[in-house]
């Protein structure tokens, strides 16, 4: 049986520490460098420690939800840190929305010491977290990306494993892209509604309610699905016919 440790227990960690009393697990240990969220981690009944080395020599599976890279690289590979005392077939699974080059860089000072990571990217903020609504997007070794799933599946409705190690990390950046990207689009249609005379709360209203059809719930329709060409189908054939 896994012994599961958590390093990070802010808002996010809190929050997947929440879905796992659910579940049943009853016994962790989780370390953060700010007092507070730690009491809250103990709040839960989970034991504290006083490192992040600590975490790894009780836990042979260890959720990592820091803030930024440097808190990645320093909480893992930094003095007192997980790779500090973790044992070999340690499982690592890095939340944090940092760069693919961080997380392969943990990765790959890790596997020199027989340690496996992935990078399990959460798609969605506390509240949805507590839901039950998270997604995680992962990238990973087969085996190892398996060996997560029934944990990850605690915290979260499903896992999308996008393939070796770092790809979760891009998964999210690509998510996090088009959701910003959506918002300048409806930025720019309600100021063409204002232009018209429509009061821009009624023209998001009316989008909200009448809704269109994403190009995502019809992707295999408008692009290629065996993944030989990712441009838009009618691009592609525009494309052709020039070349012709």
């Known amino acids: 049986m896994e012994k599961v440790?958590?390093?990070?227990?802010?808002?996010?960690?809190?929050?997947?520490?929440?879905?796992l009393k659910l579940a049943g697990v009853n016994d962790g240990i989780c370390y953060d460098v700010y007092g507070p969220a730690l009491d809250s981690a103990r709040a839960l009944s989970y034991r504290g420690a006083s490192s992040a080395a600590?975490?790894?020599?009780?836990?042979?599976?260890?959720d990592i939800a820091v803030r930024t890279d440097q808190d990645m690289l320093d909480c893992v590979l930094g003095a007192n840190g997980v790779l500090d005392s973790a044992q070999?077939?340690?499982?690592?699974?890095?939340?944090?929305?940092?760069l693919s080059d961080t997380v392969k860089k943990v990765a790959a000072?890790?596997?020199?010491?027989?340690?496996?990571?992935?990078?399990?990217?959460?798609?969605?903020?506390?509240?949805?977290?507590?839901?039950?609504?998270?997604s995680f997007v992962v990238g990973g070794r087969d085996e190892d990306v398996?060996?997560?799933?029934?944990?990850?599946?605690?915290?979260?409705?499903?896992?999308?494993?996008?393939?070796?190690?770092?790809?979760g990390a891009v998964g999210k950046l690509i998510k996090n892209m088009l959701g910003g990207a959506e918002t300048?689009?409806?930025?720019?249609?309600?100021?063409?509604g204002?232009?018209?005379?429509?009061?821009?709360?009624?023209?998001?209203e009316m989008m909200r309610r009448i809704g269109h059809n994403s190009v995502l719930n019809r992707w295999q329709r408008t692009f290629d699905p065996s993944g030989s060409d990712p441009l838009p189908r009618s691009v592609a054939a525009i494309r052709s016919q020039c070349i012709e």
């Open 184 to 192: 300048l689009i409806v930025h720019e249609a309600i100021q063409i």
């Open 54 to 62: 600590e975490v790894a020599k009780q836990a042979t599976l260890i």
């Open 88 to 98: 070999a077939g340690t499982l690592l699974l890095l939340h944090s929305s940092v």
């Open 5 to 19: 440790g958590m390093v990070g227990s802010g808002a996010m960690g809190l929050a997947l520490l929440e879905r």
């Open 146 to 167: 398996e060996r997560a799933k029934p944990h990850l599946l605690k915290m979260s409705k499903e896992v999308f494993h996008m393939g070796p190690i770092g790809t």
């Open 194 to 204: 204002v232009a018209g005379g429509i009061p821009y709360p009624k023209a998001l």
């Open 109 to 134: 000072v890790a596997r020199a010491k027989g340690i496996h990571a992935v990078d399990a990217c959460m798609t969605g903020v506390p509240d949805t977290v507590r839901a039950g609504n998270l």
